[in-house]
């Protein structure tokens, strides 16, 4: 084992919290622990994944690995017992979460309301699940009983149960410090109740979190989990100034700043759980991803169940927060090419245990004061040892366990499901199977998410996003002639459809078939000449097209619609190499950067145009970058294999050979790597003109 490097552990998930607003008022001198965590620690901007949806971002959070690995799909899930459906379960997780691992390697560990948790497991500490605020009685006074399974060990029940808190309870005063205005509400206003309901659950877990902290002193790792900046956010972010168009005047003055209110009430929260935690402990402070607080915000009026997830998701931004303070942290500093990923294999290292290789993120070594050494072993799921697991018989794949009874009613054996049950479970499973293919499409795997995606859109043909999806899968496969017919039969019932459309241009140019593409692109950019948020993927289609003008034209709209989207900048860039303007991509890359650090493609671009120029130190200082940021970039392994051999450094130079021979295998071919197809300005045309070969 490494050396341990902190005493105590403290993680704290705040769902949907965006440095936007943090900032905001951090300026107006408020939010004053967690700046003193900030200003004693390092921050960075959190990556998210896609779909971004709390209850598979919070599971990744907590074992390091992606959705299809730890498999927790979607909010609920068919309940095994063929009555409908439950809210996703622990013993639904495949994989160990940090609080098993943690209780396998003999240390004391704490874990409150996280996500996918009931029933409790059987950890080294206590664990109360994201069921415990639960069940809330109607009536005033009346009983209000624990669900079984909310507490492990079930001796802390007794004495968390009077820690819950109801929405009734939740006094004048307490609404007030969050609606200022709320005499001037009307009776029949449900928000300030809706309100007083999300602040109620927000108690329950703090109050659970500091008793367990004030009566179990030894303990090596707490987790804490908050939904509330998200669950409020969905209800009162529309109302934070400046004022949406659906947004009346008398709203704007009611609910304005209770957003604002909801961050500050966090802040002291915060406090309460560091006093109570003590000053020995390192804090890592995150959200799963961000939440629109500006002109991005989207006007919800779709209430389909089947799509109501996906268009409140709408509202998560790419970029989460991050803090890290404490004895082994680095002070004041900003850290680069953070993922929810990687706070797993972090909090392993801090802890003095070894990452599994099997995990997709990797330690933030860059954010601790003193060298890091990796450590790892092949798997903690293969390793041997009690980790406060539920025994195997009670693991099992919900959605199996339905296959199951399914055919025990197709046999007669049991009555068959009510027609609102059946439907409400074939939902949910077509929900599922969609974040699985975003998952996997989202992950470079577009081959496994192709026939997912096909079987959705054959179950539901009119959904778009199922067929938008998969043409974008046949696609990104370079399979463009299924694309082409994907798209063209979709648009044949819908046709204003833009993606579908742009799909379908795309297609026909990589087909050859130029003339019709240019003649849909001018109808699209006829059609959609209000949606300038069309422009960058109608420049794309341009840029396949080598109409690089028009591309141009299209980017440089973008970038005026959306200043701080460093992909606009990007996209000129590649604009710029495709034209052989070296150093205008040189400076669109590095305004990219500056935008956004954490953009691989701005990295990767940078290092083509000064590999080009002739200045090889700085192109594989810009490659390595791109690498780190997404070592799946095969084109950029391909350029820092020749540059090492440039530069005399034949163990970087056959470092690289190996990365592009491995990421090929992973592939069907080499078109499906989301690789630069051959051009004037990859690596094929660099290392031609410098007289040089690529090995595959």
Known sequence: MINRRVKKLLVIGWDAADWIIIDRLFAQGKMPHLRRLVDNGVRADLSTLDPKLSPLLWSSIATGKTAD????????????????????????????????I????????????????????????????????????????????????????PSWQEK???????????????????????HETKPKDDRPRTLAKQLARMSSVHHAATSILKESQQWDCTMVFYETIDTIGHHFMQFLPPRMPHVSKDELRLYGDVMLNVYEHHDRTLGELLQNAGPDTTVILLSDHGFHSGDQRPVITQTNPDDRAAVEASWHRQFGVLVMSGTAIKCGERITAASLLDITPTALALLGLPVGADMDGRVLAEAFTEPYVVESIESWDTKPGEAG???????????????????LIDLGYMPALGDDIKARLDLVRRESDF???????????????????????QQKPDESRFTTNLAN????????????????????????????????????????????????????ERDFAGRPELAMSLGDMHGILGEWD?????????????????????????????TSKWEDAVEFCLNAVEIRQITPEAHDSLGIALAWLGDYPHAIQSFENA?????????AHRFMAILGELVGDEAKAQKHRESVNQLLATLKSPEESGATPQNSWGPRAWAKSIGRTIAE
């Open 69 to 100: 690995k730890h498999g927790i799909l979607n909010f609920v899930e068919p309940n095994p017992a063929g009555d409908g459906l439950r809210i996703s379960a622990s013993t639904t997780r495949r994989t160990k979460a940090l609080w098993n």
């Open 102 to 153: 943690i209780t396998q390697s003999q240390m004391k560990v704490n874990a409150v309301s996280w996500y996918a948790s009931h029933p409790a497991e059987p950890i080294s500490g206590t664990c109360v699940t994201n069921l415990f605020q639960e069940g809330e009685p109607t009536a005033i006074g009346a009983p209000w009983p624990m669900q079984s399974g909310t507490v492990h060990p």
């Open 160 to 182: 968390l149960a009077p820690q819950r808190t109801a929405a009734k309870e939740i006094t004048k005063a307490e609404l007030l410090s969050m609606i200022p205005r709320l």
């Open 389 to 407: 697991m539920h025994p195997d018989d009670l693991r099992n794949n919900p959605f199996e366990s339905q296959d199951a009874l399914n055919q």
């Open 435 to 457: 974040n699985l293919a975003v998952v996997y499409m989202s992950t470079g795997r577009a081959q496994l998410a192709e026939p997912i995606f096909a079987e959705l859109s």
């Open 473 to 524: 899968c046949q696609f990104s496969a370079r399979n463009f002639a299924g694309c082409a017919q994907t798209a063209t039969a979709y648009l044949q019932k819908h046709p204003t459809n833009p993606e579908a459309g742009i799909l379908l241009a795309g297609s026909l140019a990589n087909l050859g078939k130029n003339d019709e593409a240019k003649a849909l692109l001018t109808r699209l």
């Open 550 to 578: 028009d591309a141009q034209r299209l980017y440089r709209r973008s970038a005026q619609h959306d200043p701080q989207n460093p992909r606009a900048q990007v996209a000129l860039a590649r604009a710029s190499l495709a």
């Open 627 to 635: 690498i780190h940021l997404q070592p799946g970039l095969i084109d």
